[in-house]
């Protein structure tokens, strides 16, 4: 199987603090990557650690064979990262379409750019909104349009901060059920997620932190069936 | 690239809006006929100071970087201008290079400057006080400069009285005479400029390029999530835009055939931001058309006092900030919409309303 993403011994302090600690990941190419951890477990951290947003402390980020670890994130899309962050990082005062728009102009011809900006709206379920600004949308359709934006990059890689964070459990689903699709037709994607409902509907494979460090991982099967992961997430079961 | 001159960017896309811009245009050719001298070339100067302000508007409205260094380039561009042309002789059309080579000038020196804000993460309000900075940085230099060791060549700088007497732009013309842009060929030039300048900032904000520099200013992190290297693109459109400064700055030197350090000092500096925040920053027709109409009520004003005008700029500013932060021309051209869109809905009546929603 082609490794499409690794990141050794890869480590983050902020002063005294170590929030990803030595993390050893492996992301494969075609599969959905699930990232989990209790809150403080350094998974954002982490996803910053691998998008560029952070400077690492310690370590190195491969992607596609390439050492990305100085690399910005823009050099880092070029190469064909695409992201999505926790909060809905839409262009607020602009318009839905022209959001996409500046996502699609990288590498769609300037005539088929409506084309190609009516067919992410029809998948989006925004072809309505097309014209309003994007600030005035509903959460959900923020956190849609902003997937929406990386699709639109075409990437080999999607990552995905919490991307059903303020989802309904209905909009949670079909957001699911969109990774399954993109997943299908060859994208592969990581996802740093604590919606377990959303990471069993969707991960093939999970990584779990804690402290800062790789703590478990596997298959969901695998992860569930741990009691130790359990045990983080629910705190250790005792006996009156 | 015609399509360009439409889009999300700017205001005004219906046919109504080029016919009346046709129809300025048209009025603006024919002025020169029916009004004397004086007016033509007195609109002239007002029409030379609105590339400073388009430059602004580009620079603040859509990249989102709060510049006070307009002044500082027209300064470096208006010097220079007076110190090449002053040099070079300024005949035979080397006035137009001593332009060119001083507009270079104030894009090397916005280069320069912007590069180490940009890449030194310069941003918000430290954007404006670094760049307020460099501005009366060189407006204290230059004060001081009164002595005749400061001569650059046979052109002296004179210190707080300024520069004066450099040859005016002008070209070779027939039987060997030159035609000097002042009076009614300035006024041409300077109104030919203006369109040219006002129709490609238009295209080049409705490009591929507006699109990044209003992405930037909403967000630049998430622009360069999608793959801009957002650096790259704001030191381009503080060039740009400082560069439209330094244009204002050859020809206001070239009208007046003198330039001085109180063109660039605080006073100065603060004019633009005035002028594009009353207009809107948020639209370059606004900025363009609001930027002379209060630049030519100051003119009026002045004529009577001097303080009064410049206490105006101050309550303009004010009012501004507090009531149509978006500025006057867009707050006017929006309350217009919303009157039109009300009657509309009051004629159709509610159940048509609620079918539309």
């Known amino acids: 199987m082609t490794v499409l993403l690794e990141t050794r011994r890869l480590s983050k302090r902020f002063g005294g603090h170590a929030a990803v600690s030595n993390v050893d990941l492996t992301v494969n190419a075609g599969e959905i990557h699930c990232l989990i951890g209790p809150n403080g477990a350094g998974k954002s951290t982490l996803f910053k650690l691998i998008v560029g947003l952070h400077g690492v402390t310690a370590g190195q980020v491969t992607f596609q064979g390439v050492d990305v670890t100085r690399h910005r994130p823009f050099e880092r899309v070029k190469l064909g990262m695409s992201i999505k962050m926790q909060a809905p990082g839409v262009f607020k005062e602009l318009p839905v379409r022209q959001n996409l728009r500046i996502a699609l102009q990288h590498h769609v011809q300037p005539s088929q750019l409506t084309a190609e900006e009516d067919r992410l709206l029809e998948l989006l379920g925004l072809t309505t909104d097309a014209g309003r600004p994007a600030g005035v949308l509903a959460h959900g359709q923020q956190q849609w349009l902003e997937i929406g934006m990386a699709l639109a990059l075409k990437p080999t890689l999607l990552l995905m901060d919490e991307p059903t964070a303020g989802l309904s459990p209905e909009e949670t689903y079909i957001t699911g059920e969109l990774m399954k699709k993109l997943n299908s037709e060859g994208m592969t994607v990581l996802v740093v997620e604590h919606d377990m409902a959303f990471i069993r509907q969707i991960a093939q494979r999970v990584t779990v932190l804690h402290f800062g460090e790789v703590f478990a991982g596997g298959t969901i099967g695998d992860v569930i069936a741990d009691p130790r992961v359990a045990e983080i997430y629910l705190g250790k079961t005792r006996d009156y | ?357």
């Open chain 2, 1 to 357: 690239m015609f399509k360009l001159l439409n889009g999300p960017q700017t205001l005004g896309a219906t046919r109504v809006f080029w016919i009346s811009f046709l129809f300025v245009v048209l009025v603006a050719l024919v002025y020169p006929a029916a009004a004397d001298a004086y007016d033509v070339g007195n609109v002239a100067y007002l029409l030379i100071w609105t590339f400073m302000a388009m430059g602004l508007c580009l620079v603040w409205g859509y990249g989102g970087m709060l510049s006070f260094g307009q002044t500082l380039f027209f300064g470096v561009a208006g010097y220079g201008y007076a110190v090449l042309a002053t040099n070079l002789g300024g005949d035979a059309g080397t006035t137009f290079l001593a332009l060119i080579l001083a507009l270079t000038l104030a894009c090397m020196a916005a280069a320069v400057l912007g590069y180490f804000m940009i890449w030194g993460r310069v941003n918000g309000v430290f954007f404006g006080i670094v760049t307020l900075s460099a501005t009366l940085v060189l407006s204290f230099f230059l004060g001081q400069t009164a002595g005749p060791e400061w001569r650059i060549g046979t052109a002296r700088l004179n210190g707080f009285n300024g520069m004066k007497d450099m040859p005016a732009l002008n070209v070779p013309w027939r039987g060997g005479e030159s035609l000097t842009f002042d009076g009614v060929p300035l006024y041409y030039l300077v109104m030919a400029l203006v369109v040219v300048v006002y129709l490609g900032l238009r295209v080049l904000l409705n490009s591929r390029f507006g699109n990044i520099i209003v992405a930037m200013r909403e967000d630049p992190q998430r622009a360069e999530l999608l793959g801009y290297d957002v650096r790259k693109f704001q030191l381009a459109t503080f060039v740009i835009g400082s560069g439209l400064a330094g244009l204002s700055g050859v020809l206001y030197t070239s009208w007046g055939q003198f330039i001085t350090p109180a063109s660039i000092g605080l006073p100065a500096a603060a004019m633009p931001i005035i002028w594009v925040a009353f207009s809107g920053r948020g639209d370059i027709t606004a900025t363009l058309v609001g930027s002379f109409l209060v630049l030519w009520a100051f003119q009026v004003l002045t004529v009577y006092s001097q303080q009064a005008a410049l206490l105006l700029m101050g309550v303009m500013l004010l009012c501004t900030v507090v009531v149509a932060p978006q500025g006057f021309a867009i707050g006017i051209v929006q309350g217009m919409r919303r009157l039109i869109r009300g009657r509309a809905v009051h004629r159709s009546g509610p159940g048509e309303r609620e079918i539309k929603a």
